[in-house]
Each structure stands twice: as C-alpha cells, then as structure tokens.
C-alpha cells in the first residue's frame, strides 16, 4: 500500500508568513508524529497525535506552531509568523496502533523562509 | 536536547568492508530503533531493539544493545555502494510518552566501489 506523502515537498515563504504542511499517514495507523530536521541534525520531535488527540505536544517550540488532526486521518502542522530559523525539513511519521511499534517516515517538506 | 549520539559521526569504506558504528545515551529506554536517511530527505526504518533484547539480525544488519552501558551498535556487513547514507539511532524513552523518538546526530557512511 502507499507510504507516508507529504505535501508540499518543498516550501518557500517569506518571514513573517503563514504556512500549512500536510501528512496522509499510511491508512490505518492511529498514532501519528512530526519532527524537525535542521541541516547536520537529526530529527527533533514536535507532537505526537493518537487518534484524533493530541497526546503530547512538548516539542512544540512556541505558540507559533500548531498541529490538527481532525479525523483521526491527515493531520496538518501550521506555523505562524515564520521566522528564518524555521527553515527546515518537517518529517511525518505514522505508526499501525501502540506507539512502540515501528514508525514510518514520509519524505518530508522542506521549508525555507527568506 | 537529543538522547542518543552517535560514533563516529562519518565513516569511509570500500565496498565488502564492514561498518560499524556505535550510539550511545543517557537514560532508560523502551526500545532503540536504527533509521537510514538518503540524501537528507524520508527515513527508512532499519531494525527496533527492545530494551530486553541483547541482540538482533536482518539481513546484513547486525544490531545489539548493551543497557548496561547504555549503548548500541549497528553493524552493516558486506557493504554496498547503495549502502552510503546517513545512519540515525533513536531512542523511546521510558520516562516519555510511548513512541517519542529521540534522535542522535547520526553517522554518514560512504561506501566507495
């Protein structure tokens, strides 16, 4: 069946604008993640969605950033008032039910703010 | 912060050779799992350890885990040109919430013919 998408793949914006990713988890998995990943890092967690919850948002870094999931499906990260340190890759990942399985990553969106 | 850190953080090698390299971390997990990541872009999953596992095998990956010292290695045998890649550990913490992944900087291998 078809992996992780992601959407856009790549992203440019400028400072100060708002700006929507988008992930379809694979079909079926109820726990759904986003991270970060600046360049020569690797991923940072950002939220982690079980169903339709949020079941921990503590690597949120600010009130800038927000993440839905309504259907319990796709889930979207916004981010406000972007900032150049923003620019990064934002990496979705879906796991089948209890998060200590496996999780599989989407190819990411890479975000750059001028 | 990131959990885990791996060693070295670049490796060189021929193809056949084996690499290893090790990841280390801080505190107890539920399990280490290793990613593989082409070209800075999607993760692929490689193999999951669990805290009570000491050591296992897929493919050419051989992978063990050492709580007690709060370590892990990754060994690709054989190696590959396709091989070349940057290698992540992460690690689910037992004091997260289940499924937090933890990262470390990662290792790049390159794998010359």
């Known amino acids: 069946g078809a992996g992780v998408s992601q959407t856009p793949s790549n992203k440019v914006t400028e400072k100060g604008k708002y700006v929507e990713l988008r992930c379809d988890p694979i079909?079926?998995?109820?726990?759904l993640y986003w991270y970060r990943q600046s360049l020569g890092q690797g991923p940072e967690f950002l939220i982690y969605f079980q169903g339709t919850g949020a079941a921990d948002d503590s690597g949120l870094p600010n009130d800038r950033f927000f993440a839905v999931r309504p259907e319990g499906s796709v889930s979207t990260l916004k981010i406000q008032r972007t900032e150049r340190g923003d620019s990064a890759v934002y990496l979705c990942?879906?796991?089948?039910?209890?998060?200590?399985?496996?999780?599989?990553f989407g190819p990411g969106t890479r975000l750059t703010v001028l | 912060s990131q959990q885990g850190e791996e060693d070295p953080q670049a490796l060189s090698i021929q193809e056949g050779e084996n690499a290893t390299m090790n990841c280390s971390y801080k505190?107890?997990?539920?399990?280490l799992q290793w990613y593989r990541q082409n070209s800075g872009r999607g993760l692929v999953h490689l193999i999951l350890i669990r805290s009570n596992e000491r050591e296992k095998h897929s493919g050419r990956l051989r992978v063990t885990l050492d709580t007690s010292k709060k370590s892990s290695s990754l060994l690709i045998t054989a190696s590959r040109a396709a091989d070349t890649a940057s290698y992540f550990c992460?690690?689910?913490?037992?004091?997260?919430?289940?499924?937090?992944?933890?990262f470390g900087a990662g290792t790049q291998v390159v794998v010359t013919p």
């Open positions: 505190t107890s997990i539920n399990n």
């Open positions: 990942a879906s796991s089948p039910q209890h998060s200590t399985d496996t999780q599989y």
């Open positions: 992460a690690t689910d913490r037992a004091t997260d919430s289940w499924g937090k992944l933890q």
């Open positions: 079909s079926g998995h109820t726990a």
